[in-house]
């Protein structure tokens, strides 16, 4: 298998691949934001005089994982800043930029997580390499899929599939 492909930058799509590295942590952050702004309501509604701290400490973490997602797609150079080429191979996986090349080893990978738009590729200890898998034509999308299934890498019905289990 030798799949290559080019993709644009887009900055909506560097920031929704953060969010979906992020996610759980972005969405336990804005939980938390809207309890503790419930909370300084509902002290502020009672008269409470420090009531105002907590409505402006959740508003933060409400907004806080838009923030942050917004201002790391922007400072981000790289894969996510520049046009991006992938390679997919039998042997491993690249992303080259004209300042950036990351690659993983097939054996190295942990395991693969696909979502609606990206698979994220997991190696221990070092940032995912997120690949916008809808950017495939739809033949080499399937064969791509096919063999990340066949490694163990990716689950066939959704369920996250990871080596050495």
């Not at 702004?37 to 701290?53: E, H, K, L, T, Y």
């Not at 996510?80 to 997919?88: K, R, V």
């Not at 190295?108 to 916008?132: D, K």
Request: charge should be positive; aromatic fraction near 6%.
């Amino acid at each position: 298998m030798h799949i290559s492909f080019t993709v644009e930058p887009d900055q909506a799509r560097a920031r929704r691949a953060i969010q979906t590295t992020m996610g759980g942590k972005l969405l336990r952050l804005s939980i938390l934001g809207a309890v503790v702004a419930a909370i300084g309501v509902v002290m502020f509604v009672n008269d409470i005089p420090s009531g105002a701290a907590p409505v402006a400490l959740g508003a933060g973490l409400l907004c806080f994982p838009w923030l942050v997602s917004r201002a790391a797609a922007q400072a981000r150079t790289g894969i996510l800043g520049e046009t991006a080429t992938y390679e997919l191979t039998d042997v491993d996986v690249q992303a080259h930029t004209r300042s950036l090349n990351v690659g993983y080893r097939w054996e190295s990978v942990q395991a693969v997580r696909e979502t609606p738009e990206f698979w994220i590729v997991t190696v221990a200890g070092i940032n995912p390499l997120v690949l916008p898998w809808t950017q495939l034509p739809p033949a080499e999308a399937a064969e791509a899929r096919r063999f990340l299934v066949g490694r163990g890498l990716l689950a066939v019905a959704g369920r996250e599939s990871t080596l050495g289990r």
